[in-house]
């Protein structure tokens, strides 16, 4: 089971820094995923474009995730020598996120 089984998310930009939210499709498996999406597996999962500490704030009230990963844009929007400077296109990557959960039968 992947991220985007369960979950929508949303990018955007501050600086090099890639701002990423992600937000359960159902409330019910919102506990499951603070338990499996961490700051430890976002930056694995991103790998070395991450330059420093992955930052993660949960939010119940919505609910949801913002994860902040420092890097991953390479410079930002008129630094980055990419076509997605904004990083929006990385919303999809991050849905890619492998889960330990096994989906019900």
């Known amino acids: 089971m992947i991220l985007d089984e369960l979950a929508t998310a949303r990018t955007g930009d501050k600086g090099d820094t890639l701002i990423l939210a992600v937000f359960p499709r159902n409330k019910e498996n919102f506990?499951?995923?603070?338990?499996?999406?961490?700051?430890?597996?976002?930056?694995?999962?991103?790998?070395?474009?991450?330059?420093?500490?992955?930052?993660?704030?949960?939010?119940?009230?919505?609910?949801?995730?913002?994860?902040?990963?420092p890097g991953v844009l390479g410079g930002g929007v008129t630094g980055a020598p990419t076509l997605d400077g904004h990083g929006k296109c990385l919303s999809s990557y991050a849905l890619l996120l492998p889960l330990g959960i096994t989906p019900p039968e």
């Open 31 to 69: 506990d499951q995923l603070v338990a499996e999406v961490t700051e430890q597996r976002m930056a694995e999962h991103f790998g070395d474009t991450v330059t420093g500490p992955v930052q993660r704030t949960v939010l119940p009230q919505l609910p949801g995730m913002v994860f902040r990963l």
